[in-house]
C-alpha cells in the first residue's frame, strides 16, 4: 500500500538560509508525488509535481524536489527562505492502479524567523 | 484557472442536525474527493468519486455519507452531526486517467463546528 512519511512537524529556520522538508514514501509501483503548500486561511496549492520524467524537480516560488528511488525520497528544499514561504507543507502520493486516490503526509509547518 | 467552490467557508452547527456540505468544480473532472484537516493528522480521506453516483469509502467514512448526482457536485453529508466532527473540511477534483495531469485541485475548505 501506499504511504507517505514527513519526517519533521516543525521546522524553523531564518531567513535567507536553506529549507529542507523531508518526505520519506511508500509505494509498490512508480509512484506520483507531490508537493502542496497551505498558506493560513488558505486552500491548498500544488507547489510541484513528480510523474517520472525528471528526478529533479522545480516547483513555484524558487522550491525544488528531488525524487531518490534507492533512499524512497522525494524532499523539498529551496536554497533561501523567505518570510512568505511560512505555511504548512504536505507531501502527497498518488495511489495507482485505480482512482488517483491522494495520500497524504501529517504537514510539516514551516516557520521563518527574521 | 481550474475552480473548487466549497458552498460555505463557516458554519456552525448543532448536534444531532443533518449537515449538507457543497463542492462544485468546473474542469470536467471525473474525481472527486473529500478530506477533513486535523491538526497533527494531516489530510484524511473521508470518501471520493470517479463517476457520477459512484462513490468509494476513504480512510475514515464513519458518520459521513456523500452524493453525486452530476459530474460536476460532490456533497457531503453528516447524517447526525456530533462534536467530533468539528474540522475543516476541504473539497478536491483531479483527472482520472493518470497520464492526463492528475494533480488535485482544491477548494478553499469549509471550517465546520459542532456545538
Known amino acids: 500500500a501506499q504511504s507517505v512519511t514527513q519526517l519533521d512537524s516543525h521546522v524553523s529556520v531564518s531567513e535567507g538560509t536553506p529549507v529542507l522538508l523531508r518526505c520519506n514514501y511508500s509505494?509498490?509501483?512508480?509512484?506520483?508525488l507531490f508537493w502542496y503548500v497551505q498558506h493560513p486561511n488558505k486552500g491548498l496549492q500544488l507547489l510541484l509535481k513528480y510523474t517520472s520524467a525528471a528526478t529533479l524537480v522545480k516547483g513555484i516560488n524558487g522550491f525544488e524536489a528531488e525524487f531518490k528511488k534507492s533512499e524512497t525520497s522525494f524532499h523539498l528544499t529551496k536554497p533561501s527562505a523567505h518570510m512568505s514561504d511560512a505555511a504548512e507543507y504536505f507531501c502527497?502520493?498518488?495511489?495507482?492502479?485505480?482512482?488517483?486516490?491522494?495520500?497524504f503526509g501529517a504537514g510539516t509547518r514551516l516557520a521563518v524567523h527574521p | 484557472d481550474v475552480k473548487v467552490t466549497q458552498s460555505s467557508r463557516y458554519l456552525v452547527k448543532r448536534t444531532g442536525e443533518k449537515v449538507f456540505l457543497e463542492c462544485v468544480q468546473d474542469m470536467d473532472h471525473e474525481n472527486m474527493f473529500w478530506y477533513r484537516q486535523d491538526p497533527g493528522l494531516g489530510l484524511r480521506l473521508i470518501y471520493f468519486s470517479y463517476d457520477v453516483k459512484m462513490k468509494e469509502k476513504g480512510d475514515i467514512p464513519e458518520g459521513y455519507s456523500v452524493s453525486r448526482e452530476k459530474k460536476e457536485r460532490f456533497s457531503l453529508i453528516l447524517e447526525s452531526a456530533s462534536t467530533n466532527q468539528t474540522s475543516m473540511y476541504l473539497c478536491?477534483?483531479?483527472?482520472?486517467?493518470?497520464?492526463?495531469?492528475?494533480?488535485?485541485?482544491f477548494g478553499q475548505g469549509t471550517r465546520l463546528t459542532v456545538v
Open positions: 509505494s509498490s509501483y512508480s509512484p506520483s
Open positions: 478536491a477534483s483531479s483527472f482520472l486517467q493518470r497520464d492526463l495531469n492528475t494533480e488535485a485541485f
Open positions: 502527497v502520493v498518488s495511489v495507482t492502479g485505480g482512482y488517483n486516490k491522494l495520500i
